[in-house]
């Protein structure tokens, strides 16, 4: 590591060593028979979760914990024709909240990016893979997973097979007596229920650990008696006030999502996101779902997938679902997403790196002069769609910190410079 | 299951229920958004290693564990042409030891199938699919994982690169004071070491339970305290006897031949298995295998793969290595491992279903008639290479019992019936 830049320098996050410092492969983490102790990453001890070693777990997801595969199909891949361009490098935006400017090249790495690949007019025209992560590997995409059930539970309702003013209980009298049992299938989808639960991603002490016990995301500790699976954690879950009144982020409602589209349609979730998005999109490889201990797949956090492949989505998405010879989801359905949500609803939530925002079927929509909308997930996983510019970016990271709220200031600002670019300079 | 055969009926194995009465599709395990309680199967709770829910996990082995992709690469796959014939369902046979005589057909589900397939000259002349399987599903292989990487390291010293006559301390020195110190890496390979460990699948007390622990084959108790990975199982193993003498079944030599392709290659062993023969035989779809909580592959148990994988596998060592348009593996590691061992070493074994047989480089030699050789794997996987009828089978079980001595009386005779028959019948 003496080579490395330490932790402080000007393009890493205070308080933690900077993206060259802590790459996996030049770090060795995982590599030997077996791995050294000092370079032995576990699920068991939790060290898959700690920084830097997540920089290598959110690139080898399968190897620590049970998955169900997401079949491609057995269909030729749509290709993505390249038109690399070398003057995106060069484009220069300032942070949110000021600071020193910062161009497009120093941004991947000052994001703990691991991938990123930006779509002009459905071509490549920049693509960049890090540390622990190859165009041949699948990503933990974190949240982003919520925008694929998102669109599957969206079309599902243009169908007329759920309805959005219905009480989940309708569907899931599982759910009854807990605080979802009133909640609309709106509301569910759109973040505005009230709930007994927080979310706070490096807490300990927040109801999310609870969360990730139970459906398997982290280790249970020796005599753990909590829930045993995800569906008996919704279902102890209270309310907490009145529904449809503001938007809370919380994950949980995205596997309500999950059961409402498998109770629907009578598949699991794997297997709607296989016949609805992933066996008809193109893509080039299966994707994955991490399971909990009696097989219900984690919809609100756990989808991996190749870069290239979470791209083809957002792509499909800013065609208005028209893609690889097909109408893939109905143009309504992106028409509503596109909409928005409630953005009075969205300001109780606060954040204050998305002002004006709103959060519509798992998706969060800038409202921006470009019309912007992304799917996010914790430590920089994205879809950037923006319509304006005919540009789709899709982006995996290992940022230190969780929260998104860390990551915006240095991307947000990225992506719109860069869709201002190309715009004004559409041929490179 | 009022409809269904109950235990004891004429083609079940006494004291279990049939093939048709425990299929898990018709019994609706694991199918339902949850599954009800008794339709649940769990990796914690031991449920998975149950008849019959084992016909059930066998199919979905990363649903419970977790594992590492072995990809197949960009190219096409290796078509196996088919030219289904009529005329092997009534092909009869008697059991080993006497008994009703059997037809074919008669014997897939008689042995629990759950997969079948016959090539024939290279062309597939059946094939059928029963229970959880499909074409599309991989399949635990168990202990036929092992003859993989016995044609692996058996190439690696044609190569030069693995010395047969070293001792395993030699290349792993952390083994040193284990009981595979000094046995030779030949004696590994041919499983002649002799090492205090039991292996009884079924029995609760025989150190294979232990080896089940530390690797993650099975789950750990509260308050565990056992080894915490395959390889500091293996460091711990003691000696007892001379090495070279008799032939003894034991996983953990595979454990060691897997590690030593490590060292030698430099290769993590799914890297290795990639390399040198998956990313090469022009498969259909990539494997698995299990892996430890350090990322250890189970190499001795715990391949993951499509039916027809294997038969390619098997196809390209009836040809003698030259296939998918190149020499996969060379003419020498198949002559070898056809050759077999010492016979005298495998009667101390005792089989008493493979008089004469041998064991070589991870491999089951019947230096029968047709001069057939196996890979063999509990509950009744199999790969039955039969060079005299141009003839490779694949088969995917669930048997009831794990050792294959249940199951040869109905299986090695009816394989040598349909070879007879193809040599006699060679046109259908």
Same mark, same amino acid.
């Given at each position: 590591m003496t080579n490395a830049p330490q932790a402080n320098s000007s393009t890493g996050v205070p308080g933690f060593a900077d993206a060259a410092a802590t790459d996996p492969v030049r770090l060795g983490w995982m590599r030997g028979s077996p791995p050294p102790p000092e370079h032995t990453i576990r699920f068991s001890d939790g060290s898959y979760w700690r920084f830097p070693m997540r920089r290598w777990s959110f690139s080898h997801w399968r190897e620590l914990v049970p998955t169900v595969n =997401?079949?491609? %199909?057995?269909?030729?891949?749509?290709?993505?024709?390249?038109?690399?361009?070398? @003057?995106? @490098?060069? =484009?220069?935006?300032?942070?949110?909240? %000021?600071?020193?400017?910062?161009?497009?090249?120093q941004s991947i790495d000052a994001n703990y990016t691991d991938g990123i690949v930006v779509l002009h007019r459905g071509r490549i025209v920049a693509e960049h893979y890090r540390g622990a992560l190859r165009e041949d590997l699948p990503h933990i995409a974190f949240s982003v997973t919520k925008s694929f059930f998102g669109v599957i539970a969206s079309t599902l309702i243009t169908e007329g097979r759920l309805d959005p003013a219905a009480p989940v209980a309708h569907y899931l009298p599982e759910l009854d007596r807990s605080g979802f049992g009133d909640a609309k299938v709106t509301q569910v989808l759109d973040m505005t229920t009230a709930l007994r639960h927080t979310e706070q991603y490096d807490d300990p002490a927040s109801d999310f650990g609870d969360y990730a016990r139970a459906s398997g995301l982290a280790?249970?500790?020796?005599? /753990?008696? $909590?829930?045993?699976?995800?569906?008996?954690?919704?279902?102890?879950?209270?309310?907490?006030?009145?529904?449809?009144?503001?938007?809370? /982020? +919380?994950?949980?409602?995205?596997?309500?999502?999950?059961?409402?589209? *498998?109770?629907?349609?009578?598949? *699991?979730?794997?297997?709607?996101?296989?016949?609805?998005?992933?066996?008809?999109? $193109? &893509?080039?490889? @299966?994707?994955?779902?991490?399971?909990?201990? &009696?097989?219900?797949?984690? &919809?609100?956090?756990?989808?991996?997938?190749?870069?290239?492949?979470?791209?083809?989505?957002?792509?499909?998405?800013?065609? @208005?679902?028209?893609?690889? %010879? +097909?109408?893939?989801?109905?143009a309504e359905v992106v028409r509503d997403l596109r909409g928005g949500g409630s953005r009075e609803a969205f300001t109780h939530a606060g954040y204050r790196t998305l002002p004006g925002w709103s959060y519509r079927r798992q998706w969060w929509i800038s409202h921006n002069d470009h019309e912007a909308y992304m799917a996010r997930g914790i430590h920089g996983q994205a879809i950037y769609v923006d319509p304006a510019a005919e540009m789709v970016i899709a982006r995996f990271a290992s940022h230190p910190l969780a929260s998104n709220v860390h990551l915006d200031p240095t991307s947000l600002p990225a992506y719109h410079a860069l869709a201002r670019h190309l715009i004004s300079h559409p041929a490179g």
């Amino acid at each position: 590591m003496t080579n490395a830049p330490q932790a402080n320098s000007s393009t890493g996050v205070p308080g933690f060593a900077d993206a060259a410092a802590t790459d996996p492969v030049r770090l060795g983490w995982m590599r030997g028979s077996p791995p050294p102790p000092e370079h032995t990453i576990r699920f068991s001890d939790g060290s898959y979760w700690r920084f830097p070693m997540r920089r290598w777990s959110f690139s080898h997801w399968r190897e620590l914990v049970p998955t169900v595969n =997401v079949a491609r %199909g057995p269909g030729p891949a749509y290709v993505l024709p390249r038109a690399i361009r070398d @003057d995106l @490098d060069a =484009v220069s935006w300032t942070p949110l909240g %000021g600071g020193e400017s910062l161009n497009w090249a120093q941004s991947i790495d000052a994001n703990y990016t691991d991938g990123i690949v930006v779509l002009h007019r459905g071509r490549i025209v920049a693509e960049h893979y890090r540390g622990a992560l190859r165009e041949d590997l699948p990503h933990i995409a974190f949240s982003v997973t919520k925008s694929f059930f998102g669109v599957i539970a969206s079309t599902l309702i243009t169908e007329g097979r759920l309805d959005p003013a219905a009480p989940v209980a309708h569907y899931l009298p599982e759910l009854d007596r807990s605080g979802f049992g009133d909640a609309k299938v709106t509301q569910v989808l759109d973040m505005t229920t009230a709930l007994r639960h927080t979310e706070q991603y490096d807490d300990p002490a927040s109801d999310f650990g609870d969360y990730a016990r139970a459906s398997g995301l982290a280790p249970r500790p020796a005599g /753990y008696s $909590g829930a045993d699976s995800t569906y008996a954690y919704l279902a102890a879950i209270a309310k907490d006030g009145e529904h449809g009144r503001a938007f809370t /982020y +919380r994950s949980i409602n995205t596997d309500v999502v999950g059961w409402l589209i *498998a109770r629907v349609t009578g598949l *699991a979730p794997q297997e709607a996101l296989r016949a609805r998005l992933w066996g008809v999109l $193109g &893509v080039e490889d @299966d994707a994955f779902l991490q399971v909990d201990g &009696v097989g219900t797949p984690l &919809v609100a956090v756990a989808l991996n997938a190749r870069l290239r492949d979470l791209a083809r989505f957002g792509e499909m998405l800013r065609l @208005d679902g028209q893609f690889n %010879g +097909r109408q893939v989801v109905p143009a309504e359905v992106v028409r509503d997403l596109r909409g928005g949500g409630s953005r009075e609803a969205f300001t109780h939530a606060g954040y204050r790196t998305l002002p004006g925002w709103s959060y519509r079927r798992q998706w969060w929509i800038s409202h921006n002069d470009h019309e912007a909308y992304m799917a996010r997930g914790i430590h920089g996983q994205a879809i950037y769609v923006d319509p304006a510019a005919e540009m789709v970016i899709a982006r995996f990271a290992s940022h230190p910190l969780a929260s998104n709220v860390h990551l915006d200031p240095t991307s947000l600002p990225a992506y719109h410079a860069l869709a201002r670019h190309l715009i004004s300079h559409p041929a490179g």
